[in-house]
């Protein structure tokens, strides 16, 4: 049985972690996994998350921002994503189209990022999305002590303050597919909740 499973947040929620610690459990249970990742998991896609997160890259306006996301999901989906489900894996996705929701359609104030993604990616919809939620000054705090702010990261604190309000309207306006989550509590107990979660979907 495939099943899709994506990953939000914001900025040093720790979702690479969780991620690495379902992969590991899934594999230990028999399951194949492709752990993917937007943007960027793609010859193609390298090239756009270059022009969209390298801080020394030209400023790229909202909208542009926003149809570039759209084509590295597109892209995704259609050589990554789509194929892994077909051979019968779980694929695991670090960001999809909620990111582009609440960074472009909330940050930066894009509404129509909405129906842009839904033509991209043909309407598929991951069968769980776990969000890990953190209040972004925290989150923005962990991000500093891992690396360089990227362009996104870089921005304002109202704006990460946007993008945290946008997932959680997104979790709440459809309950039974998402899974939100205390990203400040312990990760080994974040990860036991989440393989309860994925275990029954399998």
């Given at each position: 049985m495939s099943v899709f499973i994506a990953f939000e947040g914001g900025e040093g929620v720790g979702k690479?972690?969780?991620?690495?610690?379902?992969?590991d459990w899934l594999r230990g249970a028999g399951r194949t996994v492709r752990v993917t990742?937007?943007?960027?998991?793609?010859?193609?896609?390298?090239?756009?998350?270059?022009?969209?997160?390298?801080?020394?890259?030209?400023?790229?306006s909202?909208?542009?921002?926003?149809?570039?996301?759209?084509?590295?999901?597109?892209?995704?989906?259609?050589?990554?994503?789509?194929?892994?489900?077909?051979?019968?894996?779980?694929?695991?996705?670090?960001?999809?189209?909620?990111?582009?929701l609440a960074y472009q359609g909330a940050?930066?104030?894009?509404?129509?990022?909405e129906r842009i993604n839904?033509?991209?990616?043909?309407?598929?919809v991951?069968?769980?999305?776990?969000?890990?939620?953190l209040d972004p000054a925290v989150g923005l705090a962990r991000a500093r002590r891992r690396a360089a702010l990227d362009r996104l990261e870089g921005a304002s604190l109202d704006f990460h303050r946007a993008v945290r309000a946008a997932f959680l309207r997104l979790a709440e306006a459809d309950p039974a597919r998402y899974l939100v989550l205390d990203a400040g509590a312990p990760p080994e107990a974040l990860a036991q909740r989440i393989q309860e979660v994925v275990g029954g979907l399998l």
């Open positions: 690479t972690t969780q991620i690495g610690l379902l992969a990742f937007e943007p960027g998991d793609s010859p193609l896609g390298a090239h756009i998350r270059r022009l969209l997160l390298d801080p020394d890259s030209a400023e790229v909202p909208r542009a921002e926003a149809l570039l996301y759209a084509a590295d999901r597109a892209h995704h989906v259609e050589t990554v994503i789509l194929p892994a489900l077909a051979a019968g894996e779980v694929v695991v996705t670090d960001r999809y189209v909620d990111s582009t940050g930066r104030d894009l509404p129509g990022a839904a033509w991209a990616t043909n309407g598929l991951p069968h769980l999305t776990v969000l890990l939620d």
